[in-house]
């Protein structure tokens, strides 16, 4: 039995936990699947403990204190979701009771566990239980009971991980939600897979096999599922500047992201490497002039390239600088620097589809981060966004209720910005709080004004169901349309247009003077022109437009002002 472990053992337990969630995520996916289909706690649990996994294979700590603080700084750059930022906050809590140790012993260990859970409660607004919360509360007790009878970390994550499934089995009872679509907490399930890895990894049992996704998808993108349209960009350019100057190249990363997105540097003394997606390489490359002397250049069509490789071509490529760019592309987020202020407030919004985006960039978002029900962005990606917009106030709108505990972490992270975050729960409410922005008043004024926006905006949407359930008295069936309105069951259909009739007539939409319908990825216009027909003709006093959202689960989102 392991009693003891260092920093280089708490590393590769770290990393077997990751491979463990990255091998079950589908089955935790599952089981948040209420029956929409936008179950994603496994997949940010595992993308969110992928980046710590990423991280200690790249930075070999010998004391425990080292290793799990590394561990905690990655799991709050990589926090996805709800379960990502709680999962992040449990280890936060532990590399706090870790701090300045050189290895920990059962008793340690257990006290850094409770430390966890200490810091995740105090995190969460209003703890529910029945939740990942109540399944590490339970399990870092036990395990600190266990220790006082076996001075061993091997025991002490043996009896953690009972009394957890204990636990994660009595959930059903604690929340009627889960009661109701007969499932235990998704989150909890999570947390104790991770655990069992590491108990796994004292035991010499062999991890399972890791995939590539356990890094976020940007990072390995698949340009064969790529559409023209999907490609904002349409060069990819890298190059290197020998430097001439000692001048700050601040001013020259504004620039760049005033021309694309994607934008990496990477300096040091004598010279700094670029790669960023643009429409207009040429420009980049003259700006680039003003600092130093232009040494290697790569430019890429990533158009033409998915062209090819969507038709089962090699795509062509200059080769010049793939060492450069695989070290650019290896570059920490924190190493982007943060834009200068150029105005008062800025705002950065989540969305998911084309559509959506340009509404949110026609109504004058500085940043657009790609994200909804099946992919949350991370801290570190909402980070990125917020310390490139040229601001002294940035605005944050998640957009989706699962994305609003991420964002809230990233407040007090960006030096020289104010970060406020608007907790709105979807991509409507966003859209009301950017139209009552006023750039003359101040921040506390606008802050009141997009929340009390948000809050008048009464939000349906109609999916898919994923599997069979019961639910509030509705015996739903897989491939059921279904309607939400307000995040709750509003009814199932087997057909949509007596859905969507059906939403016309309830009485968010009777009284609203404003009416949005969003249409999704997966309706033809003339579709979404059959729905625009029955609300018009349910709906006869109210304003109506009609909208592309391009948006994935949600055939429609409805918003009623």
Do not use: W
């Amino acid at each position: 039995m392991v009693d003891i472990i260092d920093g280089a053992l708490f590393q590769r337990m770290v990393i077997h936990g990751s491979a463990s969630i990255n091998a079950q995520k589908q089955a935790i996916n599952d089981l948040n699947v209420f029956p929409v289909p936008d179950g994603d706690t496994g997949t940010n649990m595992s993308l969110t403990i992928g980046t710590a996994a990423a991280e200690a294979k790249k930075k070999p700590a010998d004391s425990i204190g080292k290793a799990a603080s590394i561990n905690a700084s990655a799991l709050l750059r990589g926090a996805r979701g709800n379960s990502g930022v709680i999962l992040s906050l449990l280890f936060r809590g532990v590399s706090k009771g870790l701090k300045e140790k050189d290895e920990a012993d059962g008793v340690i260990f257990a006290a850094a566990l409770n430390e966890g859970v200490s810091a995740a409660y105090k995190a969460v607004m209003k703890p529910a239980e029945g939740t990942i919360l109540t399944v590490s509360r339970l399990a870092a007790a036990k395990g600190a009971e266990a220790a006082q009878e076996n001075n061993s970390v091997e025991a002490v994550l043996e009896a953690a991980i009972a009394e957890g499934q204990s636990a994660l089995a009595n959930t059903i009872n604690q929340n009627p939600v889960l009661k109701k679509a007969g499932v235990v907490d998704a989150g909890g399930k999570g947390f104790l897979c991770i655990l069992q890895g590491m108990l796994d990894e004292l035991r010499g049992v062999p991890a399972p096999e890791e995939e590539d996704d356990s890094l976020p998808a940007k990072e390995s993108a698949d340009f064969a599922a790529l559409t023209d349209e999907e490609i904002t960009f349409t060069f990819d350019t890298v190059f290197i500047v020998r430097k001439t100057t000692n001048k700050s190249i601040e001013p020259f990363r504004t620039y760049l992201n005033s021309i694309g997105d994607s934008l990496v540097i990477g300096e040091d003394d004598e010279a700094f490497k670029v790669h960023v997606h643009t429409d207009t390489p040429g420009a980049a490359l003259s700006e680039a002039q003003k600092y130093g002397t232009l040494e290697l250049a790569k430019i890429e069509n990533m158009r033409t390239q998915a062209e090819e490789l969507a038709a089962g071509k090699k795509a062509q490529s200059t080769d010049d600088l793939d060492q450069v760019e695989a070290e650019l592309e290896s570059q920490e987020a924190g190493e982007e620097g943060v834009a200068a202020p150029e105005k008062k407030f800025g705002v950065v919004a989540v969305s998911a589809g084309e559509g959506m985006a340009s509404v949110f960039k026609d109504l004058g978002v500085d940043g657009v981060i790609s994200g909804g029900q099946t992919m949350n962005p991370s801290t570190e990606d909402i980070l990125r966004e917020i310390a490139r917009t040229p601001a002294e106030v940035v605005f944050v709108l998640p957009n989706n209720k699962n994305i609003i505990m991420a964002a809230q972490q990233c407040v007090g992270l960006v030096e020289g910005k104010e970060v406020v975050v608007i907790p709105t729960r979807t991509v409507p409410q966003g859209i009301s709080a950017m139209l009552v922005l006023d750039p003359e008043a101040d921040a506390e004024t606008n802050a009141a004004a997009m929340e009390e926006a948000r809050k008048n905006v009464r939000t349906s949407e109609i999916t898919y169901a994923a599997r069979d359930s019961d639910f509030d008295g509705f015996e739903i069936h897989e491939g059921d349309y279904m309607a939400l309105a307000e995040g709750q069951l509003f009814g199932t259909d087997r057909a949509i247009d007596g859905l969507l009739e059906r939403l016309a007539k309830a009485d968010s939409q009777q009284n609203a003077e404003f009416i949005s319908i969003f249409y999704g990825e997966d309706v033809t216009e003339e579709q979404a022109n059959g729905a625009l027909a029955i609300f018009q003709k349910e709906c006869p006093s109210a304003e109506i437009t009609l909208l592309s959202g391009g948006q994935p689960v949600y055939y429609y989102m409805i918003s009623a002002e």
